[in-house]
């Protein structure tokens, strides 16, 4: 796929995020993230999902405004329709997935991140959730996500406030599970997974769905219904100066 590899090995296949601009979140990812995730759940074969990033400090940035930008509100309303597709169907695969995240996990990237059973973090590596700092709402898929995710006493801090964490501090509002340094980081995070997928395949999946189901529902019961919300924080004239001026800052950075 254009923006990503599977990459089989044995039981377990490693979902690995790899397009240009650090993985920035744009609709030929989101197609192959949707593409994968149906592939992955047809194949009995592979047991355990290690979700993780070809960029060797940085696993997702979030959304990628330089092509986002540019569309008009139908458009983007189509956009994130097909996100919160791909979203359902990662979060509700039936079979373990577990996080590798080596770098900056922001926004979208942390949404992604969610979508796991397990986040496990390399140490130094930001991880948040920022929409509300740049002036958008998160959208409705996302906000049930966080909350099915995350304990209650973080998501104001989380969610409301917008804050980046890094190591124990991550794992403290729940957004990781565990740090782990750098030196085989990749390595320990597949034998993490790899004890996942020692259990009984069957009951493992049937447990996840249980588990996800209500989350899921309440997902898609209100997505589409809800979508102008978050239409109007991205196209209002604060959000998309903000926006440019993020832009304006990575052009001058790769230049």
Same mark, same amino acid.
Not at 2 to 11: A, D, H, M
Not at 42 to 49: A, C, H, I, K
């Given at each position: 796929?254009?923006?990503? =590899?599977?990459? =089989?090995?044995?039981?377990?296949?490693?979902? =690995?995020? @790899?397009?240009?601009?650090?993985? %920035?979140? +744009?609709?030929?990812?989101?197609? @192959?993230?949707?593409?994968?995730?149906?592939?992955?759940?047809?194949?009995?074969?592979?047991?355990?999902?290690?979700?993780?990033?070809?960029?060797?400090?940085? $696993?997702?940035?979030?959304?990628?405004?330089?092509?986002?930008?540019?569309?008009?509100?139908?458009?983007?309303?189509? $956009?994130?329709?097909? $996100?919160?597709?791909?979203?359902? /169907?990662?979060? *509700?695969?039936?079979?373990?997935?577990?996080?590798?995240?080596?770098?900056?996990?922001?926004?979208?990237?942390?949404?992604?991140?969610?979508?796991?059973? #397990?986040?496990?973090?390399?140490?130094?590596?930001?991880? *948040?959730?920022?929409?509300?700092?740049?002036?958008?709402?998160?959208?409705?898929?996302?906000?049930?996500?966080? =909350? !099915?995710?995350?304990?209650?006493?973080?998501?104001?801090?989380?969610?409301?406030?917008?804050?980046?964490?890094? +190591?124990?501090?991550?794992?403290?509002?729940?957004? !990781?599970?565990?740090?782990? #340094?750098?030196?085989?980081?990749?390595?320990?995070?597949?034998?993490?997974?790899?004890?996942?997928?020692?259990? +009984?395949?069957?009951?493992?999946?049937?447990?996840?769905?249980?588990?996800? %189901?209500?989350?899921?529902?309440?997902?898609?019961?209100?997505? /589409?219904?809800?979508?102008?919300?978050?239409?109007?924080?991205? $196209?209002?004239?604060?959000?998309?100066?903000?926006?440019?001026?993020?832009?304006?800052?990575?052009?001058?950075?790769?230049?």
């Amino acid at each position: 796929m254009p923006t990503l =590899r599977l990459e =089989r090995s044995g039981p377990l296949t490693v979902l =690995r995020l @790899d397009k240009a601009r650090g993985n %920035a979140i +744009d609709p030929a990812l989101i197609e @192959d993230l949707q593409s994968a995730a149906a592939e992955l759940a047809q194949d009995d074969g592979v047991r355990g999902v290690l979700l993780a990033s070809a960029h060797p400090k940085l $696993f997702c940035p979030g959304l990628d405004l330089v092509g986002l930008l540019e569309l008009d509100r139908p458009a983007m309303a189509n $956009f994130m329709g097909h $996100f919160a597709q791909a979203m359902w /169907a990662l979060y *509700g695969l039936r079979k373990p997935v577990v996080a590798a995240v080596n770098g900056a996990a922001v926004a979208g990237g942390c949404i992604l991140a969610l979508t796991a059973d #397990e986040r496990l973090l390399r140490r130094g590596s930001p991880i *948040g959730l920022n929409e509300v700092k740049v002036g958008v709402p998160l959208p409705w898929s996302v906000a049930v996500l966080v =909350r !099915a995710s995350l304990p209650a006493s973080a998501l104001a801090q989380v969610a409301l406030l917008g804050n980046n964490f890094q +190591d124990e501090g991550a794992v403290a509002v729940g957004l !990781a599970h565990a740090v782990l #340094e750098a030196d085989g980081f990749e390595q320990a995070c597949l034998q993490r997974l790899a004890e996942y997928a020692e259990r +009984d395949v069957r009951a493992l999946g049937t447990t996840k769905a249980y588990l996800r %189901a209500a989350a899921l529902r309440e997902m898609k019961s209100r997505e /589409a219904s809800a979508i102008d919300g978050f239409l109007d924080g991205w $196209f209002s004239d604060s959000t998309r100066e903000r926006m440019r001026q993020t832009v304006a800052a990575l052009s001058k950075r790769s230049s």
